[in-house]
Every structure is written in structure tokens, then in C-alpha cells.
């Protein structure tokens, strides 16, 4: 059974922590995603990477940075949280140029 | 770069009724395009796709046809049934990388 696994399903933090948001998938997959979900906007890409060490920024890559050292584990950085970073944050992975791509549970991230 | 929009929601509907959400896309080339849905407290799961002009895509009774000259992917399902309630992503690639880029989504809220 193919798995992307976060790992939190809720997390509490206070303004300005660091935070990491951890992903792993198990398919050998080169490409992983995060993204933020928020009522009424939808999915946003936060950042995008396609291989180990690459990464290309996603449409608000403002406030998060990532780190990609393994195949298997991308991660998302909160550098000083804030309260307008609450949100669903997914994580997905798919292999090069292919037709699907497979989601986490998601993260509920609240910064208070 | 490629562009979704989708309809918005809510969409409220009875059980048994017609089903119709649409999307339309902007891209570079023929790209696949895909439907994911999202049920409650989950992550995405794909739906259905198509991978090139005409083609129609199915599963779970849900339909969508790439349709080139309107540059819509709509999808349909001619009786939807409570457990369809979830919210519906419109998803076409970009063609030159492996992004995912995902519309604003479909609530979709059936009754009984």
C-alpha cells in the first residue's frame, strides 16, 4: 500500500517557534509537494521539489523555506511562525512526469 | 504558466440528482488533466483523468471529458449519492515540469 506519511496530524505552536513540518513517502517517488489549504482559496503550492537538493518555489513561498536531503523526506520550515501560517498543510509526492499524484493526511497547524 | 478555474461552491444537491462541476483550464501544449476528490478529514485522492483530447476519464460513476476545443474538463455523475459529499479539485499539470497545480475546489454537500 503506497504511503505518504506526515508526521502530525494536529500541531500547536506560538508565534515566532520554529517549526518543521516533516513528510516521507515510501514509492521512490522524485517529485514532492507542501502545500496550504485554506477555506474559499484552495490548494496553494508552497514549494515544490523534483529531485534530492532542488527545490523551485511554489506561489507563496513567502515566510517557509524546505529541505530535501533524502529522496524519501521533504520538509517544511516555518522559520518564526506566525498567526496567518495557521492552516492544513498537505503534503503529496508523484514520480517523474507521471499521471498521479499521492497525499498525506495533512497537518492542522495552529499558531497562537 | 498553466491555469485552472473551477467553479465555485457549495454545491447542495438531493440524492439521486444530476451532478455537474465545472473547469476550465489554461495550458502550454495538451496536458493530462486530472479530477482528485478530497473526503473529510483526508488528504487528496485522484478520481479520475484523461491523458489526451477526447478521451474521457471514469471511476465511481463520475465522468469527465478532455474537451480541447473548449479547453474544459467538466466533471459529471448522473446520480450522486450522500457519500459523494466532498470537496472536488480540477487539476491539470504544468507542461513542462511535474508541478501540480490544483483549482480552488468544489464543495459538494448531497442530502438525503
Known amino acids: 500500500d503506497v504511503k505518504v506519511t506526515q508526521s502530525s496530524r494536529y500541531l500547536v505552536k506560538r508565534t515566532g517557534e520554529k517549526v518543521f513540518l516533516e513528510c516521507v513517502q515510501d514509492m521512490d517517488h522524485e517529485n514532492m509537494f507542501w502545500y496550504r489549504q485554506d477555506p474559499g482559496l484552495g490548494l496553494r503550492l508552497i514549494y515544490f521539489s523534483y529531485d534530492v537538493k532542488m527545490k523551485e518555489k511554489g506561489d507563496i513561498p513567502e515566510g517557509y523555506s524546505v529541505s530535501r536531503e533524502k529522496k524519501e523526506r521533504f520538509s517544511l520550515i516555518l522559520e518564526s511562525a506566525s498567526t496567518n501560517q495557521t492552516s492544513m498543510y498537505l503534503c503529496a509526492s508523484s514520480g517523474h512526469r507521471s499521471t498521479e499524484a499521492f497525499f498525506g493526511q495533512g497537518t492542522r497547524l495552529t499558531v497562537v | 504558466g498553466n491555469s485552472v478555474t473551477q467553479m465555485e461552491g457549495p454545491v447542495t444537491l438531493s440524492e439521486e440528482a444530476f451532478l455537474t462541476i465545472n473547469c476550465t483550464y489554461t495550458a502550454t501544449g495538451y496536458p493530462s488533466l486530472f479530477w482528485y476528490v478530497q473526503y473529510p478529514g483526508e488528504g487528496l485522492q485522484l478520481l479520475l483523468k484523461?491523458?489526451?483530447?477526447?478521451d474521457k476519464g471514469s471511476n465511481k460513476g463520475f465522468e469527465a471529458t478532455y474537451r480541447k476545443e473548449t479547453t474544459s474538463f467538466h466533471l459529471e455523475k448522473g446520480s450522486v449519492q450522500v457519500s459523494d459529499s466532498a470537496v472536488y479539485f480540477c487539476a491539470p499539470p504544468s507542461y513542462n515540469t511535474d508541478k501540480l497545480i490544483f483549482g480552488t475546489g468544489t464543495r459538494l454537500q448531497v442530502f438525503p
Open positions: 484523461a491523458t489526451k483530447a477526447d
